[in-house]
């Protein structure tokens, strides 16, 4: 079995469909999950897009397609909820997502869409690592039950280096030189993709927590 996590897509709908064809021909019909690591809107052209391939996925292959939330889908659920949320997200990139599905307004998102963000996970682990957008907080029981620092954590825990008992995967924090970091406890896959890095996805097997390559475009 292998898996392939992917780091925050932020609207970019194209890139994330070439990385899909990229690790259908890198797979060669070989066993295969895919975990997305949150942040799959806002600040690119095709939040929309994203959404939609991503829920095409899920339908079909709901066992082997796993899709956390990241905090900017936590946003535009508080945007939607809440109307004083509302200036927060758009200063965030919600404004991009809004044109994306033709609309001015978050209150005027679709009911389906928001329901499938309401329901995204926001952790998963198999037997040798934790998948999470963020991060956790050190020393919290693992997988950190708290749901704001999975979706939002950068310190303590990016520069502390703590171990978790499993490889950490997260996405959340932008490397703008657009390659992934790799630690002994903690994999980073943000790799700027919407700010011209690249969309990155970590190949894992189940011989070793750390990834054997990566799979990149941009």
Not at 40 to 66: F, N
Not at 176 to 194: I, K
Request: glycine content about 10%; overall charge negative; aromatic content about 8%.
């Amino acid at each position: 079995m292998l898996t392939y996590a992917i780091g925050d897509i932020h609207g970019c709908a194209d890139h994330l469909r070439q990385l899909l064809a990229d690790i259908e021909e890198h797979r060669a019909s070989r066993p295969r999950k895919l975990v997305f690591l949150g942040d799959y809107i806002d600040r690119g052209p095709d939040s929309a897009g994203v959404i939609e391939v991503l829920r095409a996925l899920q339908g079909s292959e709901a066992q082997d397609v796993v899709c956390l939330m990241g905090n900017h889908e936590d946003l535009m659920i508080n945007a939607f909820h809440t109307p004083g949320e509302r200036l927060n997200w758009l200063m965030n990139g919600g404004n991009k997502a809004l044109m994306s599905f033709g609309i001015d307004g978050p209150e005027k998102l679709p009911g389906d869409v928001v329901r499938w963000v309401k329901r995204l996970p926001t952790a998963h682990e198999d037997a040798l690592r934790y998948y999470v957008h963020a991060g956790f907080r050190p020393r919290a029981p693992a997988p950190d039950p708290d749901d704001h620092a999975r979706l939002w954590i950068r310190e303590p825990f990016l520069s502390e280096d703590y171990d978790f008992g499993k490889l950490v995967v997260h996405g959340h924090t932008p490397l703008v030189l657009g390659e992934p970091d790799v630690r002994r406890h903690r994999v980073n896959l943000d790799t700027a993709c919407v700010f011209g890095g690249h969309l990155t996805a970590a190949v894992f097997t189940d011989e070793r927590p750390h990834p054997v390559e990566f799979l990149q475009v941009g």
